[in-house]
């Protein structure tokens, strides 16, 4: 279940078919793609996600809350992870056929690659921070360049090589995490924890929900990325129930009784405080089971970035070793902590990119001719726009709704703003095949052999 078929094609240089689509023989099992969505929700930050609303609200407050958070996201990881299913294309290339063109693309490229290479130095100096305080031996930095350089190196040789992780990491985490849950539980009446009040500053809805939808939305934006390896409909729909289900409920209720029962949502020290081997093991399995995924992503966007600008194909594999060494590096420097601000706020750019590709490839469809025509023969489309302006139209008014208007859900309104706009400027007959348009071929793409 962890590799393909033994007749798959393979994609040359572990480059994942970073600029071309998947074809039907190097796809995956539902499961192994499963196992990394859950990984991806099964971390000590969706403890702490619950923790913050265990401390904010009653044990079923959360679970409403976990509720209208998980409905938001499975709806659209589904929508767009069923796009990038059919076409077998990452984020980033696909957005060339779903309402932003090719030169738009590239800035979807570039902002996804920034601020995932942002998150993986801060996850990384996590894990050397967590490393050093429970195994000492290296300094801080020391631990982080060797934390970047297992990453790099899992990532580099591809999704196969990640499956292959995840299927080791989860257990590992779950299990190892359970020992510590289970310790600091049994301590207290699970009954009691259910019907107490909240112990901290009372949490709204509105802002539990928030917190839920916000926490994974960027996930949600790139699950193209993963969903180009799946084989069905049926597959995308399967893997993201289960990973956002059990990720959001399971763990993240665990994380509200956590909260509940020592009354502080710092849980994370609850769950690694084990000396020794558990604890040291669950930090590593948290960390690696979620940063090979901001590497990934980040080099497909970045592969995306140069051969739209440049007209150069670089191979994933090769991106993926200078970026996985300059975030490490930054990392063990100690710098990248300053700039979460940025990355928060480069956030409030993506969540739009999912409502305006879904608008583009189920409402609009534009380009979807131009997609079906083209995945028959297993090529990409010939051709694809520079600019799509509605886009750029929709993007920015869904961004300043997301940065500045707070009722609700700020992550879930610019999304919704950029799928309404783009939808009714496209329905009212304002998206238009224009030109200039870029040759995908000049471009540096060729058509993979037929599936």
């Not at 499961?31 to 702490?48: D, P």
């Not at 490490?328 to 940025?342: C, N, Q």
């Not at 879930?412 to 007959?429: H, R």
């Amino acid at each position: 279940m962890a590799s393909p078929p033994p007749t798959a094609e393979r994609s040359p240089d572990h480059d994942d078919y970073a600029l071309e689509r998947v074809p039907a023989s190097a796809r995956y099992s539902w499961f192994s793609v499963a196992t990394q969505r859950f990984g991806q929700l099964s971390a000590l930050a969706q403890f702490l996600l619950g923790a913050t609303l265990g401390l904010g609200m009653s044990f079923w407050d959360a679970v409403l809350a976990i509720t209208l958070g998980s409905v938001l996201l499975e709806i659209v990881t589904i929508l767009i992870g069923v796009a990038g299913m059919r076409e077998g294309l990452s984020t980033s290339v696909l957005a060339r056929w779903c309402g932003f063109g090719s030169k738009g693309s590239a800035v979807i490229g570039a902002i996804i690659a920034l601020s995932l290479i942002g998150w993986f130095g801060v996850q990384n100096a996590v894990f050397a921070e967590g490393l050093h305080s429970l195994a000492g031996g290296l300094p801080v930095w020391a631990w982080a360049l060797l934390g970047g350089a297992a990453v790099t190196a899992i990532v580099v040789f591809g999704f196969g090589s990640m499956a292959w992780t995840a299927y080791v990491t989860v257990p590992a985490f779950l299990v190892l995490a359970a020992i510590s849950v289970i310790a600091e539980l049994s301590r207290h009446s699970i009954g009691e924890l259910v019907s107490a009040p909240p112990p901290g500053e009372p949490l709204s809805l509105a802002a539990g929900a928030t917190i839920v939808a916000g926490g994974f939305i960027v996930g949600a934006v790139m699950t193209p990325d993963m969903t180009r390896f799946n084989r069905s409909v049926g597959d995308v729909v399967k893997q993201t129930l289960v990973g956002v289900t059990l990720g959001e409920y399971v763990v993240g209720l665990i994380g509200v009784l956590l909260a509940q029962a020592a009354k502080t949502s710092d849980v994370v020290m609850i769950i690694t405080g084990t000396s020794g081997v558990i604890g040291t093991v669950v930090l590593v399995a948290s960390i690696l089971k979620i940063n090979d995924w901001n590497l990934y992503s980040s080099s497909l966007g970045l592969v995306n970035v140069i051969d739209v600008l440049f007209r150069r194909r670089l191979g994933r594999a090769t991106v993926t070793l200078v970026v996985g060494g300059i975030g490490a590096v930054l990392s063990a420097a100690g710098i990248l902590s300053s700039f979460v601000p940025m990355l928060m706020l480069i956030g409030v750019l993506i969540p739009p990119v999912a409502g305006i590709m879904i608008a583009e490839y189920f409402v609009v469809r534009a380009w979807r001719g131009d997609l079906d025509e083209s995945r028959a023969r297993g090529a990409l489309p010939d051709h694809a726009p520079d600019w799509v302006p509605a886009s750029l139209i929709a993007w920015i008014a869904a961004a300043a709704v997301g940065h500045f208007v707070t009722a609700g859900i700020p992550a879930v309104n610019s999304l919704a703003v950029g799928f309404a706009v783009y939808a009714v400027i496209g329905k009212l007959g304002y998206v238009r095949r224009s030109t200039p348009l870029s040759d995908t071929k000049a471009a540096g793409v060729p058509a993979p052999a037929t599936e």
